[in-house]
């Protein structure tokens, strides 16, 4: 098989090689028919989606086995140059024409080289009690990855302490973090609720571990500081939202949002441990952007039962605010298509300027911007959609999930307060 080598992006705003051991096959642009691939915080890793036409005959002089790699090259302004591991070869299929000789069409999924780390291998090791828990996390990264080979992870600092010894009884990394994510306090954040993901973020594949809040209430480290319009005189602006849609709230999850009684045992005094948090004890916790949480006050501490095992509250307490924070920012999420660049991704805080509809509002102010969705949004996931250079469409799309947990000034007096309200990050004010 003839090699070429990888190039930066000389034609359009990407290219796609492929790897076969030592050779490396760059496909033209022209027979990508789509690619796209998805970095999300609350997903350990990046996944994706490639089918083009095979001009290179790879069914004939491959064939795939399963070690083969993809080299993703693109951007507007910079180059960042991703490797994937070819995950699944999903169908090989024959074009339009009839002929035995002609090209077919291949289709597969690739995953970041975290994945099977994450998921396939099983590890026997224990800790001493009293060890932070950041620390568990980097030696999982640091002696069971070779992520910290890679690029340096990102790691929001922990002080809480296993009180016991924590044993890792043949886990997969994924499932001790899992474990660890959910009972840990974040240094800077001070609340529970670790997320553990990779992303794009310095023009490289980045390993995250940061709590919620820490990404919530970001002071301009991962901040896009140009603020981002629905209209604009300049079609290409690059902070153009194209598209949008709004998924609202779903009932079904009212029931954990709402609060509940949950239960643990201490073995040496034999004491049950039972502890009541509400939607009211989660809300104050959590940092909102905006001035309003999304609902009133719908505590219930009769809503939910859950028997966790635990012997501290403290523990009870950090795995419900796990839970509770990551299924309550899902219940104002926005879908927004924009034109590619490489500047997002997952973990970003951005800024809306939302006009609005209405002149004024109830109050009496003039509203000049949706008083409820204008402001800052948390980036959750991001979709880098590329199509080839035979489509008449834009080669290179994003489609961002923001995250809304909080409006910004309604005029409505029903919702609960924020407590603790995040700060506009754009380099403009966009009015009040």
Request: aromatic share 12%; net charge negative.
């Amino acid at each position: 098989m003839a090699g070429t080598t990888t190039t930066a992006v000389d034609k359009g705003v990407f290219a796609v090689t492929l790897k076969f051991g030592d050779d490396l096959v760059q496909l033209d642009t022209e027979d990508v028919i789509d690619m796209y691939f998805i970095e999300d915080i609350f997903k350990l890793s990046i996944t994706g989606k490639l089918i083009f036409y095979d001009k290179y005959n790879f069914l004939e002089l491959g064939p795939f086995t399963g070690n083969e790699q993809i080299i993703i090259t693109y951007g507007k302004e910079t180059d960042i140059n991703l490797i994937f591991d070819i995950w699944k070869v999903n169908e090989i299929s024959m074009t339009l024409s009839l002929e035995s000789q002609s090209f077919g069409m291949i289709e597969l999924f690739f995953v970041d080289p975290s994945f099977q780390q994450y998921a396939f291998r099983k590890y026997s090791r224990s800790w001493a009690e009293n060890t932070e828990v950041s620390v568990i996390m980097s030696d999982i990264l640091t002696n069971m990855t070779t992520l910290t080979t890679i690029n340096s992870p990102e790691i929001e600092t922990s002080n809480y302490q296993i009180p016991t010894p924590f044993i890792m009884p043949y886990w997969s990394p994924q499932q001790a973090l899992n474990f660890l994510m959910k009972r840990a306090v974040g240094g800077k954040s001070g609340t529970s609720g670790y997320l553990c993901y990779n992303n794009t973020n310095y023009d490289r594949m980045t390993t995250n571990i940061h709590t919620l809040d820490y990404l919530l209430n970001d002071e301009g480290k991962y901040a896009d500081q140009d603020i981002y319009v629905f209209s604009s005189e300049n079609m290409s602006e690059p902070n153009k939202i194209l598209e949008w849609t709004v998924s609202g709230t779903d009932k079904l999850a009212h029931e954990f949002l709402r609060g509940g009684k949950f239960r643990g045992y201490d073995w040496e005094t034999k004491t049950l441990r039972e502890v009541e948090r509400k939607y009211s004890d989660g809300v104050d916790d959590m940092i909102m952007l905006g001035k309003k949480t999304l609902f009133p006050d719908i505590s219930d501490v009769y809503s939910t039962a859950m028997n966790l095992g635990e012997k501290d509250e403290e523990t009870i307490n950090n795995i419900f605010y796990s839970e509770w924070s990551q299924r309550y920012v899902l219940q104002n999420v926005m879908n927004v298509t924009l034109y590619g660049n490489e500047k997002r991704f997952a973990g970003q805080l951005i800024e809306i300027q939302w006009p609005s509809s209405v002149d004024i509002g109830e109050s009496g102010k003039f509203k000049g911007f949706n008083l409820s969705y204008k402001g800052t949004y948390l980036v959750k996931s991001i979709t880098h959609s590329f199509v080839g250079s035979q489509s008449q469409q834009e080669p290179y799309l994003q489609k961002a999930v923001l995250i809304k947990n909080g409006y910004s000034e309604p005029d409505v007096d029903t919702l609960y307060d924020s407590v603790k309200v995040k700060k506009t990050v754009g380099s403009q004010s966009i009015g009040s």
